[in-house]
């Protein structure tokens, strides 16, 4: 009981089995900066309608792993969000087909936040396909400019 006289009720969640996430785990995400610029400095690309695929095939690793990468460009934060939710939620749908040890970036463009999740799924299943095969053009042999610093 608590000094004003009302008792302290507690809930517990009486549940014993957690739910088992079909999420996408850490593992399989590409987290490091110096891993996306050498993905975007050494690896290939596909281009398709509401996306840009980056793609560097790794000697080590286990798998997989998946990054990325919405602008400013593409809207405010809510905007923002929102296409990396769905890229996201596809990604997971249609990650089983890519199983090669590859590094991929994924780089939606305005029209992905628009697209059916249908059709996005569609346009990762492709992408994918395209990266297990190794299709893609070769990254230019001029570095990147590097990125102004704005405060």
Do not use: C, W
């Not at 008792?7 to 900066?33: C, D, E, M, T, Y």
């Not at 000697?59 to 460009?73: I, M, S």
């Amino acid at each position: 009981m608590r000094k004003d006289g009302a008792a302290h009720l507690s809930i517990v969640n009486s549940s014993s089995k957690q739910k088992k996430s079909a999420g996408f785990p850490k593992s399989l995400h590409l987290l490091r900066h110096a891993d996306f610029e050498r993905v975007y400095q050494k690896g290939r690309r596909h281009f398709s309608a509401s996306m840009t695929v980056f793609f560097l095939e790794r000697e080590a690793g286990e798998g997989p792993r998946v990054g990325l990468t919405v602008g400013k460009v593409l809207g405010g934060a809510v905007t923002r969000n929102r296409i990396k939710r769905r890229v996201r939620e596809a990604v997971r749908k249609s990650f089983g087909p890519l199983s090669a040890n590859v590094d991929v970036v994924i780089n939606p463009k305005k029209s992905a936040s628009a697209l059916e999740m249908p059709k996005l799924e569609a346009e990762i299943e492709r992408a994918f396909a395209a990266v297990q095969q190794g299709k893609g053009v070769a990254a230019s042999e001029t570095p990147r400019r590097p990125r102004a610093r704005s405060k």
